[in-house]
């Protein structure tokens, strides 16, 4: 991009800048004394960066145009210009009327995408009155036990005209066969079933533990959806594969990407391995990242991440579609950044984080509510979040340009920063046999584990200051902050109502759709079909995550 007279003559005049400029300062003023790293530390921040710094950038081959490859810049041609990120607050309530209200509220304030969280039983494949799930349903989201809970979320919300999203995994096939279900109910065409289903095993075994089955049968699962909705249901992403938690769990940007695209090349793989082309389901991934407090790391890392999957699509899979080289993401505010002390800070922190999602080019975006590092949100909270994307879109001018950081000498240079790290990470994993193996080994849990130790340490000991926690604290009054919260009496009545259901519904019906689905099971054949004729049987999440626990085992770490 320069020419080697013009970047020897900027070399020279930094070295004079410093020499008659800067020095004569410091030597009067200093500077301030803490260490200048990028917020995970994987890179030290300069002074000053210049041309000198990008001297190897090729602007065809590294930057680009929006909509084109490399897709630095941008997986269509307009970005936000032509469209604006979709505004998807993640709402899940303890009971499924609860979760409806709060959905109809969203859509009412104009939120433009739905995202629904569920409580940990479901999550398991628990139904609410299995003895493991006492203490648990709702608590941490809606409490899904069948079919007739969804078409409670969903009434009055048209499918057709809305996009959900769903942070399910191990019994992603039950939920996702669940909202297919009511779909046909409305007569809404499967093929205008818009939305996600995280399904993203690999990332329970790194960062969660919320598994159920071993991995084997966990990717056969998932590539059994990928060729379901491939064919029935086109619109709808079979998979976001995550990073969110991943960064959560304490990584540095550089390993949340590379850890993510790792799982993806396995997702990718498998997929491949069970005869299916890569360019009839790589269109409908996409990918789920953190946003975290230093905006030009989290920019250069979404820029970074698009970059290196086309690179790993064309050269590793061969594909050929534009489209299966397009890294499209949702993205969420990072919940391990908000504090429970001077909660009003939360708001400031979620401001910069959305900024560097917008600024980095997401597809969607939620925006975390101030008080989740004590509950589910309130209803005033969760309005808070959402009118900060609304700001952003239509009041902060950052979605005016295409990539407006693009040629700042300083992200320019983080950007291949994070991708040099990144890609030194994933040659790693590959010689550890790939990220199945690198999971299996406890090798990856062990790199974020050591980083997320580092991290603790840096602030227990003041090296790493987070405002209001050890930093610029004050003494709070105790007030009252309205939380949101599930009673037991609401506990019970969602055990009522599963049992009831178990008592009205046509058991022979049932029975037959679930032997249907164990057979499924132990042969070779999809098993979306079955579990969808489940699901409209009104068999259970539990009862169908039953059958699959006794015909695939359950994962134990280690074994």
């Known amino acids: 991009m320069f020419d080697p007279d013009d970047l020897e003559a900027i070399r020279e005049g930094k070295r004079e800048w410093e020499a008659e400029t800067l020095s004569p300062t410091l030597d009067r003023f200093g500077e301030r004394e803490e260490a200048f790293t990028t917020d995970t530390g994987g890179q030290d921040v300069k002074r000053l960066y210049t041309p000198a710094d990008v001297a190897d950038l090729d602007y065809e081959d590294d930057v680009g145009y929006p909509g084109e490859e490399p897709y630095t810049r941008g997986v269509y041609p307009t970005m936000h210009r032509g469209r604006l990120w979709t505004m998807r607050q993640y709402a899940g309530m303890g009971t499924a009327a609860e979760t409806n209200e709060r959905f109809q509220y969203l859509i009412d304030q104009g939120s433009s995408g739905l995202s629904m969280a569920f409580d940990l039983p479901t999550q398991m494949g628990y139904d609410s009155d299995a003895s493991m799930a006492a203490g648990e349903v709702g608590k941490s989201g809606v409490a899904i036990d069948s079919l007739a809970d969804f078409e409670r979320v969903f009434d009055g919300i048209p499918l057709d005209e809305v996009s959900t999203s769903m942070t399910i995994n191990a019994p992603a096939a039950v939920l996702l066969a669940m909202y297919i279900a009511v779909g046909d109910r409305q007569g809404v065409d499967r093929e205008e079933l818009r939305g996600t289903i995280q399904n993203d095993i690999m990332k329970e075994y790194i960062a969660r533990n919320l598994y159920i089955y071993p991995p084997e049968p966990s990717m056969r699962l998932i590539t059994d959806i990928f060729e379901f909705c491939a064919e029935e249901v086109p619109s709808f992403n079979t998979i976001s594969i995550s990073g969110y938690h991943i960064r959560e769990a304490g990584s540095t940007a550089a390993q949340e990407i590379a850890f993510t695209l790792g799982d993806g090349i396995e997702y990718v793989q498998a997929a491949v391995d069970a005869g299916l082309d890569v360019d009839e389901f790589a269109p409908q991934l996409s990918f789920f990242f953190n946003a975290h407090n230093n905006i030009f790391e989290e920019v250069a890392k979404f820029r970074a991440a698009r970059r290196m999957w086309a690179e790993i699509m064309e050269e590793r899979f061969g594909a050929e579609n534009p489209k299966s080289k397009q890294l499209k993401f949702h993205t969420q505010t990072a919940g391990s950044t908000l504090t429970a002390q001077q909660i009003e800070n939360n708001v400031v922190r979620v401001g910069y984080q959305a900024l560097a999602a917008v600024l980095g080019g997401t597809q969607s975006l939620h925006t975390n509510g101030k008080d989740e590092a004590l509950s589910l949100p309130t209803e005033e909270s969760v309005r808070t979040a959402l009118r900060t994307q609304q700001i952003l879109a239509h009041e902060s001018g950052a979605a005016d340009t295409i990539d407006p950081l693009a040629g700042s000498y300083y992200v320019e240079n983080l950007t291949d920063g994070i991708e040099e790290e990144a890609f030194e990470i994933l040659e790693e994993v590959d010689r550890r046999g790939g990220m199945l193996d690198a999971v299996k080994s406890q090798w990856v ?51 009522d109502r599963v049992q009831a259901l178990r008592e009205d519904r046509d058991a022979e019906v049932v029975e037959d759709a679930l032997a249907g689905l164990r057979d499924a099971c132990r042969g070779d054949a999809n098993v979306m079909p079955h579990i969808v004729d489940a699901v409209k049987a009104y068999a259970t999440v539990g009862e169908i995550a039953d059958v699959m626990r006794e015909e695939f085992g359950e994962y134990k770490p280690g074994q």
């Open 445 to 495: 849990q062990r790199q974020i584990q050591d980083t997320a130790f580092e991290r603790q340490r840096e602030i227990e000991e003041g090296e790493r200051v987070i405002v209001g926690v050890n930093e610029f604290e004050v003494e709070e009054e105790d007030r009252h902050v309205d939380l949101e919260d599930v009673s037991e009496e609401e506990e019970q009545a969602q055990i």
